[in-house]
């Protein structure tokens, strides 16, 4: 609801555009007709025509860069265009001269005794072509959203309401006349110098794009980023989550719907693409993870042995790569993740999105299960749950016909952190370093998106963590702007897990681990040895305790000797 305000408001705020002045003399033609059969029906036409040329637009945009990575420059292509257009008048007028003529055209056939709902509609259509390219940065901003996170319902709406808010204003001014069109004229001094300020912001943010001087927001921009204002944005409109299914002894499963659409897939991994129409007769699970969750992490080695152990009797499973940050957007890191995990099954990459959607899905990992009807008959959220999960797998294809199934249950001997968690109670919580969701931060408030100085207190509470060195904290993540810098957390756990990536000139970070001021010794993760040393050198998990006994609190440092490492989050077991 709050997105539609905004798209509402942009539009009525277009009025005070200078790019607005192509459309004004089709709308004042007909000021002195009556308003319903004359004014609302130009209006009308104009933000309906106005809401599906964008909306072609961002479909054709969204189809090249899904298809291509290289399809990302079309969309810098289309926003350097929109930024000339802001930055000069002669261009918008260039651009909107073959629907100028149009629009004069339809004018000068409508006269005075031709006062039809239908010539009024037509003069709005040819209004609304007029005014679709030149309709300003907040239109720019939603055609490339569009295009880059894929056109939906939601984007022609938005367009709609943004179309229906400048319709208002226009409204507007031919129901008031000539006070409201004074005071337009008198704000186009200053929308002029609006205008070209914000068509110099956007070629500067292009042409640092363009020449990788920005790669941390270029990841956040062409990757869509989930983080800070989206995350609440989703969160706002996202339906209530489903309970989790629960299976009664003797019972058959219930249908719980019909399995969405794979299409919204932006690529596909280890196979073709498929559909709900090519797994009819098949068992399917579907598998919502991405590959920085631990908790997906440690459920792959149960999903991995059920595909192995039933594929050929008939059970598909599909992996479905939902990300929560921006590098787990990149195709490329999540085909390294894919390999050096052992998932040999299909994975559909969902960098929009639109299969959770579908799904109605609100969890990390979530395993849908899917008879050879194409139905849905079970669900089950999180870690846990794994024989009754291979039960529903052994009914549903005893129902579609298999017989003589292997038995037994799948028992993986995972190791690192595949490994099961210790299920203890009162580990530390998921703990986010960047501002947009972080909790427990011991250091004062944290400086978003600018460097800043922090230093470590002197001790930490049960769940605290505290920057120290010069950081520059995001909304996703905490950056290291300048080597050394280190990061404390006072953890309740077994394992202590750390999600980071690579600086911005993709150079390996060096790092040291300390567990109580000293060297974990066998307390020492997988991605680190016995003296604490390890090394950054991709976008992941890292594994960096894991207590040989017990999972009581300490007092975890981690030390980077080199610039530029970037720390999205911590996780425990």
């Known amino acids: 609801m709050l997105l539609l305000i905004l798209a509402y408001l942009g539009g009525v705020l277009t009025i005070l555009s200078p790019c607005i002045l192509p459309v004004l003399p089709f709308v004042f033609a007909r000021a ?39 399809g990302r420059i079309i969309a810098l292509a289309v926003l350097a265009v929109l930024g000339l257009t802001l930055l000069s008048s002669h261009v918008a007028e260039w651009i909107g001269r073959p629907f100028v003529a149009l629009g004069n055209q339809l004018s000068q056939r409508d006269g005075s005794e031709n006062d039809s709902v239908l010539s009024a509609a037509g003069l709005g259509v040819a209004t609304g072509l007029l005014w679709a390219p030149c309709a300003g940065p907040v239109l720019g901003l939603l055609l490339t959203g569009a295009a880059l996170n894929g056109a939906s319902v939601q984007t022609t709406l938005l367009l709609l309401v943004y179309a229906t808010g400048a319709a208002t204003s226009l409204a507007l001014a031919l129901v008031v006349g000539g006070r ?25 943010g292009v042409a640092a794009i363009a020449l990788g001087l920005d790669t941390g927001w270029l990841t956040r921009v062409s990757l869509a980023s989930t983080g800070g204002i989206e995350q609440m944005l989703v969160a706002a409109v996202r339906a209530a989550p489903a309970v989790q299914s629960v299976v009664k002894a003797g019972e058959p499963l219930p249908v719980e719907g019909e399995m969405p659409s794979l299409e919204g897939a932006t690529q596909w991994l280890n196979g073709p693409v498929l559909t709900t129409q090519s797994l009819r007769g098949k068992v399917v699970l579907v598998d919502f993870w991405t590959y920085s969750c631990i908790n997906c992490i440690r459920a792959l080695p149960y999903v991995r042995g059920w595909a192995d152990k039933y594929k050929d009797h008939g059970l598909v499973v599909i992996g479905v790569h939902a ?31 639109i299969i959770w959607k579908g799904f109605d899905n609100e969890y990390w990992p979530a395993h849908y299960f899917v008879d050879a009807q194409g139905r849905i008959r079970h669900h089950h959220f999180g870690e846990g749950g794994y024989e009754q999960s291979e039960d529903v797998i052994r009914e549903l294809l005893a129902e579609a016909g298999q ?55 002197q001790s930490l509470k049960a769940n605290q963590w505290a920057l120290d060195g ?28 750390l999600v980071m990536g690579l600086g911005r000139d993709g150079k390996p ?30 976008q992941r998990l890292y594994q960096l305790v894991r207590q040989a006994g017990g999972s009581g609190e300490r007092s975890f440092e981690i030390l980077f000797l080199d610039a530029g490492v970037q720390a999205y989050a911590f996780t425990f077991g």
């Open 323 to 353: 990300p929560e940050f921006a590098f787990e957007k990149d195709p490329r890191n999540v085909s390294n993740a894919v390999k050096n995990l052992g998932v040999d099954y299909p994975v559909a990459l969902d960098n929009s999105y």
């Open 509 to 538: 970070v060096r790092f040291r681990v300390l567990i109580d001021g000293k060297a974990p010794g066998a307390d020492h993760g997988v991605d680190v040895d016995a003296d604490g040393n390890g090394t950054v050198s991709a």
């Open 32 to 70: 002195d007709r009556p308003f319903v059969r004359n004014g609302l029906p130009m209006l009308a036409g104009m933000a309906l025509t106005f809401a599906v040329v964008a909306t072609l637009a961002a479909v054709g945009g969204g189809w090249a860069v899904h298809a291509n990575q290289y």
């Open 470 to 497: 010069s950081w520059t904290v995001s909304d996703e993540n905490a950056r290291l702007d300048s080597a050394p810098g280190r990061i404390v957390y006072r953890f309740r756990g077994r394992d202590l897990h």
């Open 180 to 204: 409201v069109f004074a005071l337009m004229k008198r704000s186009l001094g200053a929308g002029e110098w609006v205008r070209r300020v914000l068509g110099a912001l956007v070629l500067a």
């Open 403 to 457: 017989k003589n199934l292997p038995a037994g249950y799948v028992q993986p001997n995972a190791q690192g952190a595949q490994a099961t968690g210790s299920g203890g109670a009162g580990l530390s919580p998921e703990t986010y370093l960047g501002y947009a969701r972080t909790e427990n931060f011991a250091g004062g408030p944290a400086a978003q998106d600018k460097s800043f100085a922090y230093h470590t207190p």
